[in-house]
């Protein structure tokens, strides 16, 4: 099946450094990504839709400055939570859809738990 | 606009009982419909998925039927297990495929 790898999984920083995340998609072509952030306990919460080749899509309330994604490639799209504070820790999760199976589905990566002290 | 209830948990079962989640949507077109777990600490995994009406998802002992006339996709196991353990989400997507709409989930602890 599809695989979507995130990198780091843990990742603890000082207030006010920028934290990069990576995904991935191992062994399909993803012209389209999503990044969502989960608070404990909760649902998932869409950020940002990620295109190939072109400017994120935000989600209202998010941040684009704070936020930045980079999708410069068909496997790799990156969030970068720039001047970091502590009200950012949370779980960032990245999605992708296989766009040559159709698009219908997205495939997840692990998670990257950001703890920001 | 498009949304998912989903039952509220938690759900506490004993292992071997039958499991029922409820879930239903409101779309304004002809969404695929999706259920995912999430073990703790990690991210989510697709369980299983149905694209069109009366087509039954299934995977692992789970299943689900999109169901049209009522709007459902409840997700069933006729006999959980202590590794069923973790939250359940379920999902649409629009026709596009663009963006899903999730749940709140539903966290299930099966018991020995």
């Known amino acids: 099946g599809a695989v979507v790898s995130q990198h780091p999984s843990w990742v603890i920083c000082k207030s006010g450094t920028s934290v990069k995340i990576e995904c991935r998609s191992l062994d399909f072509q993803a012209t389209t990504m999503f990044w969502y952030r989960q608070f404990p306990k909760q649902s998932l919460m869409l950020m940002a839709t990620?295109?190939?080749?072109?400017?994120?899509?935000?989600e209202q309330g998010v941040e684009k400055d704070k936020f930045l994604i980079n999708h410069a490639s068909l496997t790799l799209s990156t969030l970068t939570v720039t001047s970091a504070h502590p009200e950012d820790s949370s779980f960032y999760i990245c999605?992708?859809?296989?766009?040559?199976?159709?698009?219908?589905?997205?495939?997840f990566g692990p998670g990257t738990r950001l703890l920001v002290l | 606009g498009n949304s998912v209830t989903q039952m509220e948990g938690p759900v506490t079962l004993s292992e071997e009982a039958f499991l029922t989640i409820n879930c239903t949507y409101t779309?304004?077109?002809?969404?695929?419909l999706f259920w995912y777990v999430q073990y703790p600490g990690e991210g989510l995994q697709l369980l299983l998925k149905a694209t069109k009406a009366d087509d039954k998802g299934s995977n692992k002992g789970f299943e689900a039927t999109y169901r049209k006339e009522t709007t459902s996709f409840h997700l069933e196991k006729g006999s959980v297990q202590v590794s069923d353990s973790a939250v359940y989400f379920c999902a649409l997507s629009e026709p596009a495929g663009n963006q899903f709409y999730f749940g709140t989930g539903t966290s299930l602890t099966v018991i020995p």
């Open positions: 990620s295109n190939e080749g072109s400017k994120a899509t935000y």
């Open positions: 779309a304004t077109g002809y969404p695929s």
């Open positions: 999605s992708a859809r296989d766009h040559l199976s159709g698009g219908k589905t997205q495939y």
